[in-house]
């Protein structure tokens, strides 16, 4: 176990000495957290091997799931990336700084064990200011899981990645809460037709006024476990965001799955089990059980992705061992929230 520092910074006044410690961690190859305005990061040195592979210990993730490359101005592009299509210039120029991951074909410098052996880099220029300041401190390109340890929910408030990496790693910066909540968009530029990877707060709505072609990664849309597919991005092979308790979607008009989950947690509960329920703004008052947490109104589907990490979370402290959700609309911000949903409870859907 390392004593993990945790150090709080304020993103409305930050001065350079706030990031001189963190900076020279990061320029030893040692490893530290930081928010980002999509969820928290969990840094290092992207250029330096052992860096990366100390990411990958401290996560307890396979070191066959590569890793994305932050950035802090476009200059840093032309070094990672061997070649970027006028896509990836145009979805650069709309949606960077901001919540969007692109994969390009790598340059030498990216070492294989940031990429997880592939020819290719995933580079993402995020918004948030302490991750830009700390990009630019350090000097270093830092490569960032979420920073939360593997399969677990990834975390959006300092709290959650000192629950899951305090003594794991040497820094942690807390600039409060998260705005975004989900991870970014990623888009695949680095062969054939723009594919999006894993859905994000950048929609394929969004996506498609900049470039009309682009087109979902056949993985993405699929409602089922599909071991046949081969995944694009490595990472989305693995079971993820899990809470620890057994979560089950349940699908349908809205009465009959408020019905459906009052009778399924009763059931649970008769047989001596906690069970909960993640219910919306619109139907918390219609449930009937004793474990009820309320992600968000519908009509607001950013204030679900916000809090979606943060309520799994929750259950789990409350010792939760079902979770019932309700299922969301599959298009815009949803189609994130319902992948996020469907990893996090393996597939598992009652449909009602
Ligand atoms: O919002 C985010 O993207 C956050 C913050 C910290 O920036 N990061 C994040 O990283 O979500 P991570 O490691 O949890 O998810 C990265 C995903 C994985 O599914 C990985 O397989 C995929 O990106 N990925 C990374 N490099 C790739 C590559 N070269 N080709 C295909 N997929 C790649
Ligand atoms: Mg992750």
């Not at 996506?207 to 694009?232: C, F, G, H, Q, T």
Request: proline share 5%; charged share 25%; net charge negative.
């Amino acid at each position: 176990m390392m004593n993990t520092r945790v150090v709080k910074i304020d993103s409305s006044n930050m001065k350079s000495e706030d990031f001189s410690d963190a900076a020279r961690l990061l320029r030893e190859g040692k490893l530290v957290a930081f928010p980002t305005e999509t969820v928290y990061g969990l840094g290092g040195n992207a250029l330096d091997a052992t860096a990366a592979k100390r990411i990958y210990e401290a996560k307890g993730r396979p070191s066959d799931n590569p890793l994305i490359v932050h950035i802090a101005d476009m200059n840093a592009l032309k070094l990672l990336a061997r070649e970027v299509p006028d896509e990836g210039r145009r979805l650069a120029e709309a949606f960077w700084p901001g919540p969007l991951t692109m994969i390009f074909k790598k340059n030498p410098i990216v070492p294989d064990s940031t990429t997880g052996g592939l020819d290719t880099v995933a580079v993402r220029f995020p918004s948030h200011p302490v991750a830009r300041r700390l990009i630019k401190e350090s000097g270093v390109f830092i490569a960032a899981p979420s920073a939360n340890k593997s399969g677990r929910p990834s975390t959006t408030e300092a709290g959650h990645v000192i629950e899951d990496l305090s003594g794991r790693i040497d820094m942690i910066i807390d600039g409060g809460a998260v705005e975004i909540g989900l991870e970014s968009t990623i888009v695949d530029l680095s062969s054939g037709v723009p594919a999006i990877l894993r859905p994000g707060y950048i929609t394929f709505e969004m996506l498609s006024k900049i470039v009309p072609e682009i087109v979902y990664d056949s993985a993405v849309l699929k409602r089922e476990p599909d071991n046949k597919i081969v995944a694009r991005a490595p990472g989305m092979k693995y079971r993820h965001y899990a809470p620890k308790g057994d979560l089950t979607i349940v699908e349908g008009c809205q009465s009959q799955v408020v019905k459906a989950i009052n009778a399924a947690v009763k059931e649970k509960e008769e047989a001596g089990h906690i069970a909960g329920v993640l219910a919306t703004d619109e139907t918390l008052a219609l449930y009937t059980c004793r474990i009820v947490e309320d992600v968000g109104s519908r009509n607001d589907e950013a204030s679900v992705a916000s809090h979606l990490f943060a309520r799994l979370r929750e259950f789990d402290e409350k010792g939760v061992e079902y979770i019932y959700t309700e299922s969301f609309s599959d298009d815009n911000l949803g189609q994130a929230i319902m992948n996020r949903l469907l990893k996090a409870a393996g597939y598992k859907i009652l449909r009602v």
